[in-house]
């Protein structure tokens, strides 16, 4: 969070309020009420663990939101900071919503995530704000009904974040066992909020929904290429998954998130 502050007090646009949320999960809630207390009509979210990478970033958001109103999403995109460790290094390539293209003008992407987007407040009560009944999934979630919506996601041009993966197989693998627990959760309490997240920046091959028989089906295959690429921190990543993701289904229960 230091880091964070810090990076923020940096950017050149100063027209800013910093809303801290602390202790209050899920993180939907969290952002929920950020946005209640915000005073200025657009809404910037930033993750505790994402660093603002140049001090232009807010700028270039708020002259995107600015120029097209069709806009409903600006994102950053995700580079690894100079100072990542070799673990980190190695798990950016392995890991491509962790390691996103710089783009050089407003481009449509999947991409754009909470890690630092910006959204106009007025865009983001008319669908409703976030979800507060699910563990994980926020950010496919958000994209999916400012798309419904009639709104445009996009990637903002050279604006760029650091973001980075944990360092160490423990904290890493410890992070993809929560995201499949999340992800069992959402399965089996809220099946329409299932969506898919792409790895590419072509939006042409997205489809944003998937049966659950082909994600089985798909799931193996995932393995055996990550072992054909040599990609072993993706091959645990996804066997721990798959772990969390079993361990959700056979224990997760509904509780007050329900009830916001």
Known sequence: MPRLLESIETQTFRDVEVIVVRGVSPQGKAINQGAQQARGNILLILDDDSIVADATVFQTLVDVLDADPTI???????????????????????????NTPVVESVTDSDFACHGCCAIPISVFNAVGGERADIIRGLDPDLRERLRGAGFRVVLAPNARIYHPLPDGWRRLLRVFFRNGFGSAYTRKFHPELVFETHESLDMRTFRPRS??????????????????????????????????????????KETALERG
Not at 75 to 98: L, M, N, T
Not at 226 to 241: I, N, P, S, V
Not at 244 to 251: A, D, S
């Open 72 to 98: 409903g999403m600006a994102g950053a995109s995700i580079v690894v900071h100079p100072d990542a460790s070799a673990f980190q290094k190695r798990a950016a390539r392995q890991f491509p919503r962790f």
């Open 211 to 252: 049966s659950l028989g082909f994600r089985v089906l798909r799931f193996p295959l995932r393995l055996c290429k990550a072992l054909l690429e040599g990609r072993l921190m993706r091959f645990a990543a996804y066997c721990t998954y798959a772990c969390g993701y079993c361990w959700g289904i056979l224990t997760a």
